[in-house]
């Protein structure tokens, strides 16, 4: 599918294991029950983990400039909207990493995206094909918050979410961190994979 230069896909996690038809765009996303995501009591031993890696919003040097500019325009959307800034997590980005190495094994440079089955954390993906430039990140951030046009504050329904999916789990109140990776599909192209925790885009909620 081609948008303006860029071949380009996108699709937002909204819960584990319901798939939902394509939208104006190739764009495939699940909604995501209470029950399915109910925090436990006792921190497990990866959410641990993720806490000790955790880095601030503001610059970073670990970051490369196009990380760091993707985590800028999450944290002025949040701004816009009153939710707390995100910060990078070294955790998350490994996990994001990981998936999308997976997405390039399976699929390579087809662009076709399928979520994970993760059902701790939230994901956005997006492919860009290599008629792209440089800064997949910063694209995939800036094509996922320009649904904030669609979103008037309403609860998510299993309907609705297909409009604006990507920007309300990128400015979910309840998350707290993100970690993204771009993947070289092997032709130029990239897959784009963003994981948030808490997860968003609860059924009968709204994003802020």
Known sequence: MQISVKAVFAAALLAPSVTCAPYNWDFWGQYTSAAASTPSATPSTSASAAAATSTSSSSNSSLSSDAQKALDLHNAARSDVGTAALVWDA?????????????VSQYGSSGTLEHSSVSDQGENLYWQGSSG?????????????AEKSEYNGETITESNYMNFGHYTQAVWKDTSKVGIAAVSDGAGGFYVVARYQEPGNYIGEAAY
């Open 133 to 145: 430039d440089d800064i997949p990140m910063t694209n995939a951030a800036t094509m996922w918050i």
């Open 91 to 103: 955790t998350l980005a490994a996990n994001a990493q990981t998936y999308g190495e997976t997405l």
